[in-house]
């Protein structure tokens, strides 16, 4: 499984970007998408997570800012509202779930990743 994300660029602090993220190749199903990122200097994190269409979770520092959404099996998009400085990184988008196994059953359970695209916060 592919994934290609977009959306990424330069903003001010309080604009708003949206990353979006599709995933391509042969698999069974997708049960998860979302999004991690890494600020120069630190650790991975997750920022948000969406089960399903409606299961969703947040870091608490993007909660109410952020709103990921999944357009279909196949796609995922990342509202980033209000947006700060410390918001700057590096976004990974990220699927899991399963391949395809003989006569289209489910296969062995994927986790792929996108490569990043970069969100800057101009202060």
């Known amino acids: 499984v592919q994934l290609q994300a977009s959306g990424g660029g330069l903003v001010q602090a309080g604009g708003s970007l949206r990353l979006s993220c599709a995933a391509s190749?042969?698999?069974?199903?997708?049960?998860?998408m979302g999004w991690y990122r890494q600020a120069p200097g630190k650790q991975r994190e997750l920022v948000a997570r969406i089960t399903g269409f409606h299961d969703t979770n947040y870091a608490a520092s993007v909660k109410d800012r952020f709103t990921i959404s999944r357009d279909s099996a196949k796609n995922t998009s990342l509202q980033m509202s209000s947006l700060k400085p410390e918001d700057t990184a590096a976004y990974y988008c990220?699927?899991?779930?399963?391949?395809?196994?003989?006569?289209?059953?489910?296969?062995?359970?994927?986790?792929?990743w996108g490569p990043g695209t970069l969100v800057t916060v101009s202060s």
């Open positions: 190749g042969s698999f069974h199903s997708i049960s998860s």
């Open positions: 990220f699927a899991e779930g399963l391949g395809v196994g003989r006569g289209w059953s489910p296969g062995r359970a994927f986790n792929s």
